[in-house]
């Protein structure tokens, strides 16, 4: 079976958000269905329950630990990251992980501004 694909984007050290790699504008999220509580202010899931769009201006050790209880966050796929740093220069990364390694690749984005 083909692992899913995300796209992750952290704008510098303000906010981040995490999303189904080929949804593109945040408008589209609300309509993929399912649950949308995954303990973030903007989230969304797939009919079938799978995570499908994580969005926040923060993430602390508190969000991570909780993702490591919830089975939903175990899943393995692959992640492009985008960063966007305080001078304007972007960088980009690939990983497969979970998504609590995902929040864990996206604290440290976010800190190493």
Known sequence: MERR???IFVYKDYDWELGIADVELFDDYPYLGGDKDYGF??????????????????L????????????????VCDFKMR??????????STFTCTFTEALEHITKALEDE
């Not at 969304?44 to 799978?50: A, H, V, Y």
């Not at 602390?60 to 899943?75: A, G, L, P, V």
């Open 60 to 75: 602390n050790d508190e969000d991570i630990e909780k993702s490591k209880d919830d089975e939903r966050f175990q899943e």
């Open 83 to 92: 960063k966007v740093h305080k001078d304007d220069t972007e960088t980009n």
């Open 5 to 7: 694909k995300f796209s």
């Open 41 to 58: 202010p903007q989230s969304s899931s797939t009919e079938d329950g799978k995570i499908a769009y994580l969005f926040d201006s923060v």
